[in-house]
């Protein structure tokens, strides 16, 4: 469930940036980045971001997982006495009829499958040097440069033909 929310957030995250969506501010001071400097392929918004940044996202992702960072309403670490995944905190909705949180569960497995693979198209489109979102052309016609050069990129493996 974790990776398909994960994906659920970067599959957001592609269709916002190219739709223009940008924080209001600075990414970094220091290195003068204003969010609205940020490129808007997937690849090359990773590189841009700063170690700085990289290091933000890694302890909050952490306090989130060890509960450090655990509210009423956020997430909590894991207890003994709740069920496996259940991290949620005490105003955190919970389901008690097997049949509707087996469905909630399942709608949400499924939405995260969805993500996986629509991030993962995403990111094989852009390798591939077309446009993320529109491989055809997006409203504007342009495709980023390719990552990889097509014509000679499998040169060196065998040919079977």
Same mark, same amino acid.
């Given at each position: 469930?974790? !990776?398909?929310?994960?994906? #659920?957030?970067?599959?957001? !995250?592609? &269709?916002?940036? !190219?739709?223009?969506?940008?924080?209001?501010?600075?990414?970094?001071?220091?290195?003068?980045?204003?969010?609205?400097?940020?490129?808007?392929?997937?690849?090359?918004?990773?590189?841009?971001?700063?170690?700085?940044?990289?290091?933000? &996202? #890694?302890?909050?992702?952490?306090?989130?997982?060890?509960?450090?960072?655990?509210?009423?309403?956020?997430?909590?670490?894991?207890?003994?006495?709740?069920a496996a995944g259940d991290i949620?905190?005490?105003?955190?909705?919970?389901?008690?009829?097997?049949?509707?949180?087996?469905?909630?569960?399942?709608?949400?497995?499924?939405?995260?499958?969805?993500?996986?693979?629509?991030?993962?198209?995403?990111?094989? !489109?852009?390798?591939?040097?077309?446009?993320?979102?529109? /491989?055809?052309?997006?409203?504007?016609?342009?495709?980023?440069?390719?990552?990889?050069?097509?014509?000679?990129?499998?040169?060196?493996? /065998?040919?079977?033909?």
């Amino acid at each position: 469930i974790k !990776h398909g929310r994960a994906a #659920m957030f970067g599959f957001l !995250h592609v &269709i916002l940036i !190219h739709a223009g969506v940008r924080f209001p501010g600075y990414l970094s001071i220091k290195q003068d980045l204003k969010f609205a400097d940020m490129p808007a392929g997937c690849f090359a918004s990773l590189e841009a971001t700063p170690t700085l940044g990289w290091l933000q &996202i #890694m302890a909050v992702t952490c306090a989130a997982e060890t509960g450090f960072a655990s509210t009423p309403a956020g997430v909590t670490k894991q207890l003994d006495d709740r069920a496996a995944g259940d991290i949620g905190g005490e105003g955190w909705k919970r389901y008690d009829d097997p049949e509707e949180k087996a469905f909630k569960l399942n709608a949400e497995r499924n939405n995260g499958r969805a993500a996986m693979l629509g991030i993962t198209g995403c990111l094989i !489109h852009e390798l591939l040097g077309v446009d993320a979102l529109y /491989p055809i052309g997006g409203y504007d016609g342009a495709a980023p440069e390719p990552l990889i050069n097509s014509l000679n990129s499998f040169s060196s493996f /065998p040919s079977f033909a």
